[in-house]
Protein backbone atom coordinates (compact mmCIF):
# COMPACT_ATOMS: atom_id res chain seq x y z
CA UNK A 1 0.00 0.00 0.00
CA UNK A 2 3.05 2.36 0.52
CA UNK A 3 4.22 1.85 -2.61
CA UNK A 4 1.40 2.77 -4.61
CA UNK A 5 1.79 6.47 -3.90
CA UNK A 6 5.19 6.07 -6.12
CA UNK A 7 5.36 5.98 -9.96
CA UNK A 8 7.16 4.02 -11.88
CA UNK A 9 10.35 5.24 -12.16
CA UNK A 10 10.51 5.57 -8.16
CA UNK A 11 9.84 1.71 -8.11
CA UNK A 12 12.16 1.02 -10.86
CA UNK A 13 15.06 2.88 -9.42
CA UNK A 14 14.03 1.18 -5.66
CA UNK A 15 14.09 -2.23 -7.51
CA UNK A 16 17.61 -1.33 -9.29
CA UNK A 17 18.52 -0.23 -5.94
CA UNK A 18 18.02 -3.59 -4.12
CA UNK A 19 19.36 -5.41 -7.02
CA UNK A 20 22.60 -3.41 -6.78
CA UNK A 21 22.91 -3.93 -2.81
CA UNK A 22 21.61 -7.71 -3.46
CA UNK A 23 24.99 -8.17 -6.19
CA UNK A 24 26.93 -6.28 -3.32
CA UNK A 25 26.34 -8.12 -0.48
CA UNK A 26 26.58 -11.22 -3.01
CA UNK A 27 29.91 -10.08 -3.95
CA UNK A 28 31.16 -9.06 -0.08
CA UNK A 29 29.76 -12.56 1.11
CA UNK A 30 31.61 -14.71 -1.88
CA UNK A 31 35.05 -12.83 -1.12
CA UNK A 32 34.60 -14.19 2.13
CA UNK A 33 33.67 -17.72 1.42
CA UNK A 34 36.70 -19.30 0.96
CA UNK A 35 38.06 -17.91 4.49
CA UNK A 36 35.26 -18.90 5.90
CA UNK A 37 35.29 -22.55 4.37
CA UNK A 38 32.07 -22.39 2.55
CA UNK A 39 32.34 -24.01 -0.28
CA UNK A 40 32.45 -27.93 -0.48
CA UNK A 41 32.73 -30.50 -3.51
CA UNK A 42 30.27 -32.71 -4.57
CA UNK A 43 31.17 -35.62 -7.22
CA UNK A 44 28.97 -36.98 -9.85
CA UNK A 45 29.83 -40.42 -11.29
CA UNK A 46 30.68 -41.12 -14.82
CA UNK A 47 29.83 -44.49 -15.82
CA UNK A 48 31.23 -46.63 -18.66
CA UNK A 49 27.31 -47.70 -20.88
CA UNK A 50 28.71 -50.78 -21.95
CA UNK A 51 29.57 -52.57 -18.63
CA UNK A 52 27.92 -50.04 -15.91
CA UNK A 53 30.73 -49.43 -14.09
CA UNK A 54 31.88 -45.98 -12.36
CA UNK A 55 35.06 -44.68 -14.45
CA UNK A 56 35.29 -41.10 -13.20
CA UNK A 57 33.66 -38.72 -11.17
CA UNK A 58 33.17 -35.03 -12.13
CA UNK A 59 33.92 -32.35 -9.32
CA UNK A 60 31.27 -29.64 -8.91
CA UNK A 61 31.50 -26.75 -6.42
CA UNK A 62 28.52 -25.59 -3.85
CA UNK A 63 28.46 -22.50 -2.08
CA UNK A 64 27.00 -22.92 1.23
CA UNK A 65 25.81 -19.77 2.04
CA UNK A 66 24.95 -18.59 5.72
CA UNK A 67 21.95 -17.26 5.23
CA UNK A 68 21.19 -17.74 1.44
CA UNK A 69 21.36 -21.76 1.98
CA UNK A 70 22.87 -23.61 -1.21
CA UNK A 71 23.77 -21.05 -3.84
CA UNK A 72 23.76 -22.68 -7.56
CA UNK A 73 27.83 -22.09 -9.13
CA UNK A 74 25.59 -21.06 -12.23
CA UNK A 75 24.97 -17.91 -10.06
CA UNK A 76 28.35 -17.50 -8.40
CA UNK A 77 31.05 -18.79 -10.67
CA UNK A 78 30.43 -16.05 -13.23
CA UNK A 79 30.61 -13.51 -10.32
CA UNK A 80 33.91 -14.85 -8.62
CA UNK A 81 35.19 -14.45 -12.48
CA UNK A 82 34.37 -10.97 -12.83
CA UNK A 83 35.81 -10.03 -9.43
CA UNK A 84 38.76 -11.98 -9.87
CA UNK A 85 37.86 -14.65 -7.29
CA UNK A 86 37.86 -17.59 -10.15
CA UNK A 87 42.02 -17.70 -9.29
CA UNK A 88 41.62 -18.35 -5.85
CA UNK A 89 38.66 -20.82 -5.91
CA UNK A 90 39.43 -22.49 -8.98
CA UNK A 91 42.92 -23.36 -7.14
CA UNK A 92 40.72 -24.54 -3.73
CA UNK A 93 38.86 -26.96 -6.15
CA UNK A 94 41.70 -28.65 -7.92
CA UNK A 95 43.32 -28.74 -4.67
CA UNK A 96 40.47 -30.34 -2.94
CA UNK A 97 39.70 -32.54 -5.85
CA UNK A 98 43.50 -33.99 -5.75
CA UNK A 99 43.73 -34.58 -2.18
CA UNK A 100 40.20 -36.21 -2.01
CA UNK A 101 41.56 -38.35 -4.83
CA UNK A 102 44.43 -39.03 -2.46
CA UNK A 103 42.14 -40.15 0.10
CA UNK A 104 40.31 -42.40 -1.26
CA UNK A 105 43.53 -44.18 -2.35
CA UNK A 106 45.00 -44.13 0.70
CA UNK A 107 41.44 -46.22 1.81
CA UNK A 108 42.70 -48.74 -1.08
CA UNK A 109 39.08 -48.12 -3.38
CA UNK A 110 40.16 -48.04 -6.98
CA UNK A 111 41.24 -45.08 -8.38
CA UNK A 112 38.76 -43.23 -10.06
CA UNK A 113 39.95 -40.20 -12.93
CA UNK A 114 38.39 -37.30 -11.26
CA UNK A 115 37.29 -34.20 -13.68
CA UNK A 116 37.85 -30.89 -12.99
CA UNK A 117 35.61 -27.45 -14.40
CA UNK A 118 37.99 -24.86 -15.63
CA UNK A 119 36.09 -21.52 -16.38
CA UNK A 120 37.67 -19.43 -19.26
CA UNK A 121 39.16 -17.23 -16.93
CA UNK A 122 40.91 -19.62 -15.22
CA UNK A 123 42.05 -21.63 -18.41
CA UNK A 124 43.51 -18.01 -19.67
CA UNK A 125 45.36 -17.51 -16.19
CA UNK A 126 49.38 -17.37 -16.90
CA UNK A 127 49.58 -19.22 -13.45
CA UNK A 128 47.52 -21.72 -15.09
CA UNK A 129 50.38 -24.79 -15.44
CA UNK A 130 52.24 -23.72 -12.41
CA UNK A 131 49.64 -24.16 -10.47
CA UNK A 132 48.21 -27.11 -12.06
CA UNK A 133 52.46 -28.74 -11.21
CA UNK A 134 52.40 -27.86 -7.92
CA UNK A 135 49.01 -29.56 -7.32
CA UNK A 136 50.09 -32.85 -8.80
CA UNK A 137 53.63 -32.36 -6.87
CA UNK A 138 51.94 -31.97 -3.52
CA UNK A 139 49.47 -34.49 -3.39
CA UNK A 140 51.07 -36.96 -5.63
CA UNK A 141 48.30 -37.43 -8.00
CA UNK A 142 48.99 -39.45 -11.14
CA UNK A 143 48.18 -37.20 -13.78
CA UNK A 144 46.43 -39.27 -15.87
CA UNK A 145 43.79 -39.51 -13.05
CA UNK A 146 43.13 -35.29 -13.09
CA UNK A 147 40.97 -34.58 -15.69
CA UNK A 148 40.19 -31.13 -16.83
CA UNK A 149 36.92 -29.89 -18.07
CA UNK A 150 36.79 -26.98 -20.55
CA UNK A 151 33.88 -25.63 -22.35
CA UNK A 152 33.61 -24.96 -26.31
CA UNK A 153 33.47 -21.73 -26.13
CA UNK A 154 36.56 -21.29 -23.56
CA UNK A 155 38.56 -23.34 -25.46
CA UNK A 156 37.81 -21.20 -29.23
CA UNK A 157 38.05 -17.77 -27.88
CA UNK A 158 41.48 -18.13 -28.72
CA UNK A 159 42.28 -20.77 -30.87
CA UNK A 160 46.47 -21.03 -31.07
CA UNK A 161 46.83 -19.90 -27.23
CA UNK A 162 44.22 -23.57 -26.83
CA UNK A 163 46.52 -25.57 -28.93
CA UNK A 164 49.69 -24.68 -26.99
CA UNK A 165 48.01 -24.65 -23.50
CA UNK A 166 46.44 -28.25 -24.34
CA UNK A 167 50.12 -29.37 -25.70
CA UNK A 168 51.31 -28.51 -22.61
CA UNK A 169 48.49 -30.39 -20.24
CA UNK A 170 48.46 -33.23 -22.10
CA UNK A 171 52.64 -33.87 -21.98
CA UNK A 172 52.32 -33.63 -18.49
CA UNK A 173 49.83 -36.84 -18.64
CA UNK A 174 46.71 -34.78 -17.98
CA UNK A 175 43.17 -35.61 -18.93
CA UNK A 176 41.46 -33.22 -21.24
CA UNK A 177 37.91 -32.78 -22.23
CA UNK A 178 35.50 -30.43 -24.19
CA UNK A 179 32.74 -29.40 -21.86
CA UNK A 180 29.57 -28.32 -23.28
CA UNK A 181 30.47 -29.87 -27.21
CA UNK A 182 27.89 -28.36 -29.53
CA UNK A 183 26.84 -25.62 -27.90
CA UNK A 184 30.44 -23.12 -29.09
CA UNK A 185 30.33 -23.47 -32.43
CA UNK A 186 33.91 -24.52 -32.61
CA UNK A 187 35.19 -25.85 -36.62
CA UNK A 188 36.19 -29.32 -37.30
CA UNK A 189 39.10 -27.87 -38.70
CA UNK A 190 40.14 -26.17 -35.39
CA UNK A 191 38.83 -28.75 -33.48
CA UNK A 192 41.24 -31.64 -35.10
CA UNK A 193 44.21 -29.05 -33.83
CA UNK A 194 43.41 -29.70 -30.35
CA UNK A 195 45.31 -32.34 -28.19
CA UNK A 196 41.88 -34.04 -26.34
CA UNK A 197 40.78 -37.05 -25.09
CA UNK A 198 37.01 -36.69 -24.49
CA UNK A 199 33.98 -34.72 -26.05
CA UNK A 200 31.30 -33.95 -23.82
CA UNK A 201 27.74 -34.24 -25.17
CA UNK A 202 26.02 -30.93 -23.68
CA UNK A 203 22.58 -31.70 -21.80
CA UNK A 204 20.58 -29.71 -23.90
CA UNK A 205 20.82 -32.31 -27.02
CA UNK A 206 20.46 -35.16 -24.16
CA UNK A 207 17.40 -33.70 -22.75
CA UNK A 208 15.30 -34.53 -25.83
CA UNK A 209 17.30 -37.19 -27.80
CA UNK A 210 14.73 -39.95 -27.62
CA UNK A 211 11.91 -37.74 -29.17
CA UNK A 212 13.58 -34.73 -30.90
CA UNK A 213 15.00 -36.36 -34.16
CA UNK A 214 17.46 -32.93 -34.72
CA UNK A 215 18.89 -33.55 -31.51
CA UNK A 216 19.28 -37.41 -31.83
CA UNK A 217 21.00 -36.58 -35.23
CA UNK A 218 23.37 -33.96 -33.11
CA UNK A 219 24.31 -36.36 -30.78
CA UNK A 220 24.90 -39.31 -33.31
CA UNK A 221 27.50 -36.72 -35.50
CA UNK A 222 29.08 -35.62 -32.42
CA UNK A 223 29.31 -39.91 -31.58
CA UNK A 224 30.46 -40.68 -34.73
CA UNK A 225 33.42 -37.62 -34.68
CA UNK A 226 34.60 -38.77 -31.49
CA UNK A 227 35.08 -42.09 -33.03
CA UNK A 228 36.66 -41.05 -36.12
CA UNK A 229 38.98 -37.98 -34.08
CA UNK A 230 39.73 -41.52 -31.54
CA UNK A 231 38.40 -39.65 -28.38
CA UNK A 232 36.56 -40.59 -25.81
CA UNK A 233 32.51 -39.16 -25.91
CA UNK A 234 30.82 -38.92 -22.72
CA UNK A 235 26.71 -37.64 -22.50
CA UNK A 236 25.94 -35.73 -19.64
CA UNK A 237 22.05 -35.23 -17.84
CA UNK A 238 21.15 -37.95 -18.76
CA UNK A 239 18.09 -39.00 -17.04
CA UNK A 240 15.87 -41.71 -17.94
CA UNK A 241 16.64 -45.52 -18.86
CA UNK A 242 15.30 -44.17 -22.86
CA UNK A 243 17.92 -41.76 -22.91
CA UNK A 244 20.37 -44.01 -21.82
CA UNK A 245 19.42 -47.35 -23.82
CA UNK A 246 19.08 -44.54 -27.01
CA UNK A 247 22.74 -43.57 -26.17
CA UNK A 248 23.45 -46.75 -25.82
CA UNK A 249 22.51 -47.58 -29.62
CA UNK A 250 24.61 -45.07 -31.00
CA UNK A 251 27.85 -46.22 -29.18
CA UNK A 252 28.23 -43.66 -26.62
CA UNK A 253 31.38 -44.44 -24.39
CA UNK A 254 30.39 -42.96 -21.60
CA UNK A 255 26.70 -41.08 -19.29
CA UNK A 256 26.48 -39.40 -16.51
CA UNK A 257 23.13 -37.38 -14.91
CA UNK A 258 20.59 -38.32 -12.48
CA UNK A 259 19.45 -41.51 -13.55
CA UNK A 260 22.57 -42.80 -12.40
CA UNK A 261 23.68 -40.70 -9.43
CA UNK A 262 22.81 -36.97 -8.96
CA UNK A 263 25.83 -34.77 -7.45
CA UNK A 264 26.51 -36.16 -4.09
CA UNK A 265 29.07 -35.13 -1.24
CA UNK A 266 32.46 -37.40 -0.99
CA UNK A 267 31.45 -39.55 1.72
CA UNK A 268 28.67 -40.93 -0.21
CA UNK A 269 30.93 -42.26 -3.41
CA UNK A 270 33.13 -43.91 -0.59
CA UNK A 271 30.04 -45.64 0.17
CA UNK A 272 28.83 -46.19 -3.61
CA UNK A 273 32.42 -47.83 -4.36
CA UNK A 274 32.54 -49.89 -1.45
CA UNK A 275 29.45 -51.17 -2.24
CA UNK A 276 30.70 -51.65 -6.27
CA UNK A 277 32.04 -54.73 -7.63
CA UNK A 278 35.46 -54.29 -9.54
CA UNK A 279 36.88 -57.33 -10.08
P1 LIG B 1 28.59 -28.23 -16.14
O1 LIG B 1 30.07 -28.33 -16.02
O2 LIG B 1 28.00 -28.41 -17.49
O3 LIG B 1 28.02 -29.27 -15.09
C1 LIG B 1 26.90 -30.10 -15.29
C2 LIG B 1 25.70 -29.58 -14.53
O4 LIG B 1 24.60 -30.44 -14.80
C3 LIG B 1 25.89 -29.63 -13.01
O5 LIG B 1 25.18 -28.50 -12.48
C4 LIG B 1 25.19 -30.92 -12.63
O6 LIG B 1 24.74 -30.94 -11.30
C5 LIG B 1 24.03 -30.91 -13.59
N1 LIG B 1 23.50 -32.24 -13.86
C6 LIG B 1 24.11 -33.44 -13.77
N2 LIG B 1 23.30 -34.44 -14.14
C7 LIG B 1 22.13 -33.87 -14.48
C8 LIG B 1 20.87 -34.40 -14.96
O7 LIG B 1 20.69 -35.60 -15.15
N3 LIG B 1 19.88 -33.48 -15.21
C9 LIG B 1 20.06 -32.14 -15.01
N4 LIG B 1 19.05 -31.31 -15.27
N5 LIG B 1 21.24 -31.62 -14.57
C10 LIG B 1 22.26 -32.48 -14.31
P2 LIG B 1 25.83 -27.61 -11.34
O8 LIG B 1 26.58 -28.46 -10.37
O9 LIG B 1 24.74 -26.72 -10.82
O10 LIG B 1 26.89 -26.75 -12.11
C11 LIG B 1 26.50 -25.82 -13.08
C12 LIG B 1 27.69 -25.25 -13.81
O11 LIG B 1 28.51 -24.49 -12.90
C13 LIG B 1 28.61 -26.32 -14.38
O12 LIG B 1 28.09 -26.80 -15.60
C14 LIG B 1 29.89 -25.54 -14.53
O13 LIG B 1 29.87 -24.76 -15.68
C15 LIG B 1 29.85 -24.63 -13.30
N6 LIG B 1 30.66 -25.23 -12.23
C16 LIG B 1 30.31 -26.13 -11.29
N7 LIG B 1 31.34 -26.43 -10.48
C17 LIG B 1 32.40 -25.70 -10.92
C18 LIG B 1 33.77 -25.57 -10.52
O14 LIG B 1 34.27 -26.22 -9.58
N8 LIG B 1 34.55 -24.69 -11.24
C19 LIG B 1 34.06 -23.98 -12.31
N9 LIG B 1 34.88 -23.15 -12.96
N10 LIG B 1 32.78 -24.11 -12.72
C20 LIG B 1 31.96 -24.95 -12.05
CA1 LIG C 1 31.49 -29.89 -16.64
CA1 LIG D 1 28.67 -29.60 -19.29
CA1 LIG E 1 26.73 -26.74 -18.97
Known amino acids: AKKLGR ?9 MHHEALNQLT ?9 IQ ?19 GLEALIRWQHPKLGFVPPDQFIPLAEEIGLIAPIGQWVLQTACIQHQSWQAEGLPPLRIAVNLSARQFHQSQLIKIILQTLE ?5 PQYLELEITESAAMQDVEFTIQTLQELREMG ?14 LNVLK ?5 TLKIDRSFVQDIVENSSDAAIAQTIVALGQGLKLQVVAEGVETPQQLSFLRSIHCDLAQGYYFCPPV ?14 S
Open 174 to 187: LHITIDDFGTGYSS
Open 37 to 55: EEFLLYYQPQVEISTGRIV
Open 193 to 197: HFPLN
Open 7 to 15: NNSQLFAEE
Open 26 to 34: LEADLRRAL
Open 265 to 278: PAIEITQLLRQSDF
Open 138 to 142: ATEID
